[in-house]
């Protein structure tokens, strides 16, 4: 994997027979010595101490770094930094498109610069599941599938095209085409290998599989025993191409468990305990590792469930070792014999395989005996707001008093998290199977749990009449890779619409309810038990295969229910079987959102509200006029499990994966660019050559001081990179929208930043545009708002204007940028345009007081300097305005090889300090000499 790896200073090197095949391993018993006891490490650090044993090259990874992670002292806090290779990287649609933009650019530039452009490729293999452009725009009917994949395709048809290309263009890139899954269920079901085999200098290696992906989801594939997590798409290039990523040994968190889950509990109670108990402990940054004699009764869909689940409670990974019931997984899902040998016999020979009374050595601990988890959901916008079942309905009418206010969405609401909102282009709803009654009708919420009640009368197209108010579900939606992928909770789901039907009931008329499981497999094993037409019955027909309503890709609300939320402003509810359920996300018309097992989804369709004690009141009436409740329709765990039985087999599995990669016809017959470099569309306002490598010379010129600097923003504490990273919808009148109205792109067809993530024209426009950004030389702002320096001749004087205009003038006037700014900078998720926008800004460095570490990694990775202000030194305490004319000095010193640890800042105002050099590792370094981590890669490949 690492191109520089070709020490071994442990001996650790050695051979593990299989079945006649021989492999070659790196034994993590050969690191020994006085304080290493590599057989009590968690079962995580070993697989990372794998990773460093096979990598070592003397300069990123060393001798020293493996004896700090074999000789771990659990109770440290973490400060030494290590490079973690990953196996391979696994990429949704969103956030892996701007991946393969940088790689055909990168193509370009190395045939401009003479070099073979087919040389850019992959090194570490890649692949793409695209699962967040379907939109639930069409639902209840038996054709909303096929309609909903061909909007799919006419709205995102520039991407497909690009990506179809890539797909042939580079090697070790594979795409799973729309309409096939969501990226982490295909990756558990048919991507992880658990361990990982790759020829190496002629020798077959076997090693764990690890991963990087660019979707915090990531870790759903834990459950496999798979260490991995989500990144940004700047790690997950360097990871492509071969660099190791940057990070600390963590502190673990072990999460004993035992016992046995009780009857009418679900592996979604179970998940949604655990994140309450695990936010509430704080395990933000750190490690958490499940062992004891409860991980193995557990199911490895029950396993992949927590591990998915994994963002929600603040870890970087949730994973579970590897034990027989991997295996057993590994092989109903369709892997070779060949594998499952394998996967075995390696984790027995490194100490990985699960022993259910081992207590390994671990941070902190915690314990939870799994008899006590009761039926939950979360909400009304947290997933660690877990509310017991039977406190379902006090708990709503406690929370909607912050939901029912006269003006709308409760203060606090945050815009910039809301998805946008394609217009939908065919109708969203086409009737139920089966109308409704007439008198249907919604119980007003209690006059004491908010505003007083002020319910509306609607009727629909067809007729129907009910009373819709507070409370109402208007979606119910089976949906997220959580739950999707676990057969037991889908099973469990369509026993209980059978049930329901069997009795007569149905679901009331102003839910949405949509199926989006997350592959084919399900629909699968749904036919042959027989239960696809009760589901339908209730208008949970298939939607899509993908992330929908999870994502905000819920689509419209029915339009007669749509128009009265609006005109009486209700608090109406979606509830969903997914893992996020924030303020704005789900669809614009809904304020709360409850996250729910998939049959207690079924079960609120039929309710249809969330003033409903679900255990005690009527869900309805059977055909005789008797009342029927949630216990007279539930499954038992014995029904469910032979319904199960009797309806998955592996060979679904393999049927389903055979030839995953090549899609329908849709994906077959797109018109698609060949050759080795792209043939891009002056036209496209979605995929546009990235400007990285314009003018780039075959040798990195010397790094220069940065002198005559202006302050682009000057910001407070905790700037999160959603303040930097463009995100949600793009309004008509921000920079974004003026590009795209100037291209012929119509405000209903904006779409949102996420799909437009391969046009850099879009992306820096939104860069700094976070509607709660406060950008303090513009006060009196919130939003992309700064002060031109350029327009006036006196500081005091300079105009407020967009970021991205003063951006332009700074530029054209080869005036360089700066950012300063407060404590933990860059925290949040690793988004790569974070610091592509920045650079693109034309920001040079940023000063900061602290860094969240994989922001400031990829500052340095687009080849912006981060600094650091002194110790217990602020802009405020060292007199900064952001009004200062700024020089930097001292950067030169990298042009020697070393890396200064500090550089001299001053300002034509006489302010004069000495910053911290936050250029942390060698490689760092490199990449900074060469203008960022593509450039880089760039040249070394040029040189080979």
């Not at 095209?161 to 269920?185: E, S």
Request: charged share 25%.
């Amino acid at each position: 994997m690492n191109a520089l790896a070709s020490q071994d200073s442990f001996g650790a090197k050695s051979t593990l027979d299989v079945d006649g095949k021989s492999y070659e391993i790196f034994r993590l018993d050969a690191v020994q010595g006085e304080g290493l006891d590599v057989a009590s490490l968690p079962y995580s650090l070993k697989v990372l101490l794998e990773n460093l044993l096979r990598t070592e090259d003397g300069a990123d990874i060393t001798a020293d770094d493996i004896k700090a992670l074999a000789g771990w002292d659990e109770t440290a806090q973490p400060d030494k930094e290590i490079q973690f290779t990953p196996a391979r990287v696994v990429m949704q649609d969103f956030t892996g498109v701007p991946c393969v933009v940088d790689l055909a650019t990168m193509r370009e530039a190395m045939a401009d610069l003479g070099g073979d452009p087919s040389k850019i490729n992959p090194l570490a293999p890649a692949e793409m599941v695209i699962d967040h452009s379907v939109i639930a725009d069409v639902f209840g009917t038996p054709e909303a599938f096929q309609r909903n994949v061909e909007i799919e395709y006419e709205r995102n048809r520039e991407r497909y095209q690009f990506l179809r290309w890539g797909q042939g263009a580079f090697d070790d890139f594979k795409v799973v085409p729309p309409g096939t899954g969501i990226v982490h269920q295909v990756n558990i079901e048919h991507l992880a290998r658990t361990i990982f085999t790759r020829e190496v200098d002629g020798e077959l290696q076997a090693y764990p599989d690890t991963l990087v992906g660019t979707d915090s989801h990531t870790t759903m594939v834990n459950g496999l025993g798979v260490v991995g997590w989500g990144v940004g798409g700047i790690e997950a290039e360097a990871a492509m191409l071969g660099q190791p990523v940057s990070m600390l040994i963590p502190r673990v968190v072990g999460f004993k468990l035992h016992g046995d889950l009780p009857e009418g509990s679900t592996a979604t109670d179970l998940v949604l305990t655990i994140t309450e108990m695990l936010r509430k402990h704080g395990v933000v940054g750190k490690f958490v590792e499940f062992y004891g004699a409860g991980v193995s009764a557990l199911p490895l869909a029950n396993r992949a469930t927590i591990g998915n689940m994994s963002p929600e409670f603040g870890s970087t990974i949730a994973v579970f070792p590897i034990d027989a019931e991997t295996v057993s997984y590994l092989k109903l899902t369709g892997r070779s014999e060949e594998q499952l040998k394998l996967v075995e016999a390696y984790a027995k020979e490194q100490g990985l395989w699960h022993d259910p009374d081992a207590e390994p050595r671990y941070s902190e601990k915690l314990e939870l005996d799994l008899a006590t988890v009761v039926p939950s959901i979360a909400g009304p916008k947290r997933p660690q707001d877990r509310i017991q079942v039977t406190d379902a309905k006090p708990a709503f009418r406690g929370a909607l008093v912050d939901y029912a206010g006269e003006n709308g969405p409760e203060e606090g609401y945050d815009e910039a998290s809301a998805e946008s909102f394609p217009a939908s282009d065919a109708p969203s709803y086409s009737g139920g199977n089966g109308s409704p009654a007439p008198s249907d009708h919604l119980s007003a919420a209690p006059k004491d749990g908010g505003r007083a009640s002020d319910p509306i009368e609607v009727t629909l197209e067809d007729g129907t009449k009910f009373t819709l108010d507070h409370g109402a579900v208007t979606i119910a939606a089976i949906t997220s890779c959580t739950n999707t992928s676990n057969p037991s909770v889908m099973i469990g789901a369509a026993l209980l619409a059978k049930n329901a039907v069997e009795k007569g009931l149905q679901r009331k008329p102003w839910v949405k309810t949509t199926l989006a499981p997350g592959s084919k497999v399900v629909s699968d094993y749904y036919e042959k038990a027989g239960l696809t037409p009760y589901l339908d019955k209730l208008g949970f027909n298939l939607v899509g295969y993908g992330c929908t309503t999870c994502i905000g890709n819920s689509g419209p609300l029915i339009p007669e229910v749509s128009a009265a939320v609006n005109e009486k402003d209700l608090a109406v509810v979606s509830v969903l079987s997914g893992n996020r359920n924030f303020e704005g996300r789900i669809n614009p018309d809904i304020k709360m959102n409850y996250l729910a097992s998939p049959p207690l989804v079924v079960a609120y369709a039929l309710a249809g509200s969330m003033d409903v004690d679900l255990f005690n009141d009527p869900l309805g009436k059977d055909t005789d006029g008797n009342d029927v409740f949630l216990k007279d329709i539930w499954p038992s765990p014995a029904d469910v499990e032979a319904t199960i039985a009797g309806a998955i087999t592996s060979e679904m599995f393999s049927k389903d994966y055979a030839d995953v990669f090549a899609g329908d016809e849709n994906w077959q017959s797109l018109p698609t660019p060949e050759g080795d470099t792209f043939a891009w569309d002056d036209a496209s306002t979605y995929v546009r050559k990235a400007p990285y490598f314009e003018g780039m010379p075959e040798s990195p010129a010397p790094v220069t001081d940065i002198e005559g600097a202006r302050v682009l923003l000057k910001l407070g504490d905790s700037v999160t990179t959603d303040h930097i990273s463009p995100a949600g919808a793009i309004k008509k009148d921000s920079p974004a929208g003026k590009y795209l109205l100037e291209h012929g792109v119509e405000q209903r067809d904006f779409n949102s930043y996420g799909s437009r993530r391969g046009n850099h024209e879009v992306m820096i426009r939104g860069t700094f545009a976070n509607i709660r950004l406060r950008n303090q030389i513009a006060p009196g702002t919130e939003g992309g708002f700064t002060r031109d320096f350029t327009a006036a001749e006196n500081a005091g004087d300079a105009p407020v204007t967009t970021v991205f205009d003063a951006s332009v003038n700074y530029q054209e006037k080869g005036i360089p940028l700066v950012v300063l700014a407060g404590k933990e900078y860059g925290s949040g998720s690793s988004r790569d345009w974070a610091a592509k926008g920045t650079s693109l800004l034309g920001v040079k460095a940023v000063i900061a007081e602290s860094y969240e570490r994989i922001h400031r990694s990829n500052l340095i990775g687009m080849g912006v300097i981060p600094l650091q202000f002194p110790e217990g030194k602020t802009a405020e305490s060292l007199g900064l305005t952001g009004e200062e004319t700024f020089s930097i000095s001292g950067i030169t010193a990298l042009n020697d090889g070393t890396t200064p640890k500090t550089v001299k800042v001053t300002t034509d105002s006489g302010v004069e300090f000495d910053a911290v050099v936050r250029i942390d590792t060698p490689g760092e370094a490199n990449y900074y000499r060469n203008g960022g981590i593509m450039q880089y890669v760039l040249r070394n490949l040029l040189k080979g």
